[in-house]
């Protein structure tokens, strides 16, 4: 499990911020490819990645 106390992203938002290219905030550079590339190694591995709330306030990224 991965912790952030950031912002952390909306839960209505978390499936579409796993599609490459794909980003909510437009005003910080970067291309959206992240989370979309870890998904797909994830998946690649037959594992399963969820996208939650963390106890820091922001998102919690866990891979099993």
């Known amino acids: 499990m991965i912790d952030d ?3 952390g ?3 209505g938002d978390r499936d ?3 599609n490459r ?3 909510l905030d437009e ?5 959206g490819l992240g989370l979309g590339i870890v998904r797909d190694i ?3 591995w037959g594992g399963h990645l969820q996208l939650l709330d963390s106890p820091l306030g ?3 990224v866990s891979i099993s």
């Open 42 to 44: 994830v998946d690649s």
């Open 16 to 18: 579409q911020v796993l």
């Open 9 to 11: 992203i909306p839960p």
């Open 5 to 7: 106390d950031g912002p």
């Open 27 to 31: 005003q910080i550079a970067g291309h």
């Open 58 to 60: 922001g998102l919690r």
């Open 21 to 23: 290219g794909s980003r």
